[in-house]
């Protein structure tokens, strides 16, 4: 053998090396990547999860979050404070989840299944009133797709399940003798 030969054999060698580096590190990045989505709709649904801790935990801040999304007119004024606060964390989060959307970090089931959650309370008349005042603090792409969303099929929200769950039948829903 001649060292033009053992030349060509150590070349190819070296690239044999340097491709199975490449894919030793493509297959890292794609390890990492995942684990970076799966650490970040893990704290988004964390975040979602303190939050309802957080108004559970004190008994007014449910009330005033149930009666605001359903009659803010009958908040008194501290009580329609403290209900812009709670919208504002609230929507927070949904536009947290939809901008790693946005940016990858979390993959589209994350946000379509919150997406629902979201829209059973886009429409209703407090989530409107605080909304119509207070659009431009959000991001403008996830304000747009707030505006479009409509309300799903058979979730009910708060006031709605609040009451089915007393005994009696959400608003709307059908008394059981035929008539709704």
């Known amino acids: 053998m001649n060292w033009e030969a053992i030349g060509a054999i150590g070349e190819l060698l070296g690239a044999i090396a340097v491709v199975i580096s490449l894919i030793y590190v493509a297959l890292q990045v794609k390890s990492g990547t995942q684990a970076l989505k799966t650490s970040t709709r893990g704290a988004a649904f964390r ?80 989530t409107q009133r605080y909304w119509s005042g207070r659009r431009p603090i959000f991001d403008p792409r996830f304000a747009d797709v707030f505006d479009s969303l409509e309300a799903p099929d058979g979730v009910m929200v708060i006031d709605q399940l609040a009451k089915s769950m007393s005994g009696r039948p959400p608003e709307g829903a059908p008394d059981g003798n035929g008539a709704s």
């Open 47 to 126: 975040s979602l999860q303190e939050w309802n801790y957080a108004v559970l935990s004190e008994p007014d801040l449910a009330w005033i979050f149930q009666r605001g999304m359903a009659e803010p007119q009958v908040l008194d004024e501290r009580q329609q404070a403290r209900f812009v606060h709670l919208m504002f964390s609230y929507l927070k989060l949904f536009e947290n989840i939809y901008l790693h959307l946005l940016d990858g970090s979390v993959g589209p089931e994350a946000w379509e299944h919150n997406k629902e959650v979201l829209a059973a309370f886009a429409n209703l008349p407090g």
